[in-house]
């Protein structure tokens, strides 16, 4: 079974720029969860997307956004970069969570993201 | 809003050893799921093991348990027979019933020394 995909593995942008990253899920998931994990800051919890809807967001600012496809496959844009946005973006994904179930959350290998 | 806190930045074990990782949390939830993942030098972070909140028996996952304390809300892990393959960074994290965010704590770096 193929584990969750991430794409690209590095990304190296200017500040200001736009950058997008690809996360697709496994097969029959259909939450996906967007974490970023910057140096110092530990892993902070960015979106929870399912059903195409997003259901949940983490403290950060509106430049954070993104989507989720029909084939449950899921981008995260991030608009006007800035240097503290360098950091490691991992995608994760889960079977879609029942009233008072929560499941498993497995991770991608990550997209290292570099603004400069 | 819950809070996880692991205390230990780094350990070391000697291989074949045992070693416990600590995790402390906070929340007013009642029903919730706790998760130790690891993260070794190639950044994908690996499930280890879950814990319910309701069940009181601790889990087990072959060389690795949990030592789960409700009232005191303590969540540790416990790796038996320490391989140089387990060294890696260890996050303890919570999570909410019906899906949600995971919460996760500073992590904990442990060395394995043959």
């Known amino acids: 079974e193929a584990g969750v995909t991430q794409s690209p593995t590095h990304l190296i942008k200017t500040r200001g720029q736009q950058a997008t990253l690809r996360c697709s899920p496994i097969?029959?998931?259909?939450?996906v969860y967007w974490y970023q994990q910057a140096l110092g800051l530990g892993l902070q919890f960015l979106l929870w997307?399912?059903?195409?809807?997003?259901?949940n967001r983490g403290n950060f600012p509106p430049r954070f956004s993104g989507r989720q496809f029909p084939n449950y496959s899921s981008e995260l844009n991030v608009n006007a970069l800035e240097l503290e946005d360098s950091a490691l973006y991992l995608c994760?994904?889960?079977?879609?969570?029942?009233?008072?179930?929560?499941?498993?959350?497995?991770f991608g290998p990550g997209t290292r993201l570099t603004v400069t | 809003a819950q809070t996880v806190t692991q205390s230990q930045p780094e350990m070391s074990v000697q291989e074949a050893e045992t070693v416990t990782l600590s995790c402390t949390y906070d929340?007013?939830?009642?029903?919730?799921?706790l998760f130790w993942y690891k993260q070794p030098p190639s950044r994908q972070m690996i499930l280890v093991i879950r814990q319910e909140a309701y069940k009181q028996q601790n889990a087990t996952e072959n060389r690795f348990s949990v030592n789960f304390q409700k009232a005191a809300k303590s969540f540790s892990l416990k790796i038996s027979d320490s391989q140089l393959g387990d060294a890696a960074m260890y996050f303890c994290?919570?999570?909410?019933?019906?899906?949600?965010?995971?919460?996760f704590g500073e992590g904990t770096q442990l060395t394995v020394n043959p």
């Open positions: 929340t007013s939830e009642s029903d919730y799921y």
């Open positions: 994760a994904s889960s079977l879609r969570p029942g009233q008072g179930v929560t499941y498993e959350q497995y």
């Open positions: 997307y399912d059903e195409g809807e997003e259901r």
């Open positions: 097969s029959g998931h259909t939450s």
């Open positions: 994290a919570f999570s909410e019933t019906s899906g949600s965010r995971l919460t």
